[in-house]
Structures are given as structure tokens and as C-alpha cells.
């Protein structure tokens, strides 16, 4: 008697790895042209995946729309009705399925403003290949599609139609055809043109102080432009942030100021500010004098220090007096008494006015010599 081993089966899968949704083709044969009738197993327990008819070809089972549930270990076995009436069973053989590459949609800007360009981009994995197609709300029909390469989608003029939802989904020729189905994204479309807001830290200020103009506008993304004297003439300067800052001012700066902000490509404005006076007249000039003005003070005698500010008004100074820059005196009225003065008061004295967050040029220094008394 000669025993022989029973035929052995064996099983394919293609594609494999495989990806979301896509469909899987298991085969398996026994290798003769006998009359087989196959099952095929999973992870090695007796639940029977998949059972065909009696066939003498190899004999397939399809996964239509693998999932990360389909992955495992196959393999299968046929079985005849005459002798040997099994084969053994084929090699493991495992399924992979990866997820289809991730998909995203970014929308710039968002909110949009009436007659603003949208620009529209859908991104899908590490490939560079993929073609796109671009979906609004619960439609099934692609809004877009575009060439190979190409990743955006443009709103040339939003309109109110224009808002809602938007994703999209990518393509290609070879394997993964597909990307996933973006999240969606909301567009959101205003009724109404932004306006410009302008304010100023300052509206009254001396020559060669500074002044901060802020102009400020709902959302992000804009430019500011700046202008003087007319809203509608060219700007005096663009900047990316929204403040500007005159330093150093002179008498000319002094005007009406507006603004306004632009973003995009071609650039969408918003409507001018309100304008804002800025009134800049020449800073006062403090004088010191001393009472009396002589060259030399004598010890337990009286000085008076008087501050007068030329060209800045009379009325609601703060008089501050400094000697060698250290303050050491302040007062609502122009002069500073000591008396009596002591040599320890000798010292270089200027004055100085302060009026709210505004200051006069400090004086020119005088020298106060105490002397001892003279016999």
C-alpha cells in the first residue's frame, strides 16, 4: 500500500494591501482540473467565510467594500466527493487595509464680504498627482473639478448663493484612486461691506511728541491704509499691522486722518473710518528765572525760583523743578521758594510744564551758588 499526501490548496489576494472601499478579490485552487467545492476560513477558526459550487477552475471570493473589519488571516480548502475528498488547507495568508489618505479643506478668507474673492483649497496626502473634485451643501453633483496638480477653487465675486457648505475629495489614476471625503466647511457669506474704525491715543499734541492712530476691522487678514487730508487721495503709507505711529511729530502732520483696510488678490476694501482731527501745535518753552538774579546767594537768605511756559496758555500748568535732573519740586503755581536757602541748595536747577500727558521743553539750566555768609 503507498499513501500519498493530499493536495494542498492555495490562496491569493489581490489587492493587497488594499484600501478603504475598494473591492478584494480572494482565489483559491487546489492545482488539479477535479471537480472542487472551496471554503475559505478566518484568524483559523471553523466559521466559514465564503462556500462555492463544485468547479474545476480556480474559484474566487470578493470582499465589494473592504474595511478595517475585513483585516486577518484567509486561507481556504476544497473539498470533492470522490477520493481524496479534501485537501489540505492552504497557507495563511493576511489582509491589510489602510485607510484611504486624509483629506482637508481650508477656505480663505472666512467670513467673506460681498464681491470678496474666496480661495478654495483641498489638500489629500503625501501624492502629488491627485486631481479634485469640489461639493456645496447635500448636493451629489462636484461644483469643480479640476486638472492634475491643481488644488483650488476660486469665488471670484461671493455672493449671498455662495455660502454654505464645501468639501471635497481627491483622485488619481494609480492606486489609492481615491482620497477620503474632506470634513465639510462652512462658508459664510455677510450682507454688508466692513467699515473701518479709527482711533488715536492723542488728538492734541506738542511738536515732537508721538502719536498712535489704530485702525481696527472685524475678521482678519487686511492690510491698513492710511491717509491724510482726503480719504480718496494716495495713502501717506500701508502697513500689515493696524496701528501707525507718527514719531517725532512736526506742525505739518497736524490734519485729518482716515483709514481703511484691504485683503486678498485683486484687493477687496473695506469702507473709509470716520476721520480723526489731529491737532499738533509748537511745544512751549519753559523759562527759569531766579529772584533775585544774583550772581552770588548767601546762606539764610530767600530764593525764589519762578517757571514761566512761553507759547503754551497760563492756565492749568503742573510746575515741575528739577535739580541736577533729580525732581524736587512740584506745584500748580510758577515758583518754588526756599527759604532760607543753605549751601546744600547749591545745584543746576531747571523747570519744566506738564499739562494732562503733555510736557513743555524743559528750561535751560541756572546754576544757584550758596555762599557762606560774608563778614
Known sequence: YVSSALPKATVTVKPNPAYTGEKVTLTCSVGSDSRWRYKWYIYRNDIVVSQSGYSNIRVSHTISRAGVSDQGQYWCEGNRVSRPTSSQPSDPVTLTVKALPETTVT????PVYPGETVT???????????????????????????????????ISRAAESDQGLYWCQGERRSRPTSSSIS?????????????????????????????TLTCTVESSGWKFYWYRH???????????????????????????????????????YT?????????????????????????????????????????GGDSDWQYEWYKNSYSVYSNTKPEYK??????????SYTCEGVKGNKFSNTSEAVQLTVSGKSI
Open 271 to 311: 469702507l473709509y473710518s470716520d476721520p480723526v482731527q489731529i491737532n499738533i501745535t509748537e511745544r512751549p518753552v519753559a523759562v527759569l528765572t531766579l529772584q533775585p538774579n544774583w550772581t552770588q546767594i548767601f546762606i539764610r537768605e530767600t530764593v525764589t525760583m519762578r517757571c514761566d511756559i512761553h507759547g
Open 107 to 110: 477656505v480663505n478668507p472666512n
Open 338 to 347: 526756599i527759604s532760607p536757602v543753605y549751601m546744600s541748595n547749591s545745584g
Open 230 to 268: 482726503r480719504p480718496d487721495s494716495t495713502p501717506v503709507t500701508t502697513t500689515s499691522g493696524y496701528s501707525y505711529t507718527l514719531s517725532r511729530v512736526s506742525v505739518s502732520d497736524r490734519g485729518q486722518y482716515w483709514c481703511r483696510a484691504g485683503r486678498g488678490d485683486p484687493v477687496y
Open 120 to 154: 478654495l483649497k483641498c489638500s489629500a496626502g503625501s501624492y502629488s498627482d491627485w486631481s479634485y473634485k469640489w461639493y456645496k451643501d447635500n448636493s451629489e453633483i462636484s461644483l469643480f473639478q479640476y486638472k492634475y496638480l491643481n488644488t483650488r477653487s476660486t
Open 183 to 211: 470634513d465639510a466647511v462652512t462658508v459664510t457669506v455677510n450682507d454688508y461691506q466692513p467699515k473701518a474704525t479709527l482711533t488715536s491715543d492723542k488728538e492734541d499734541i506738542f511738536t515732537e511728541d508721538r502719536v
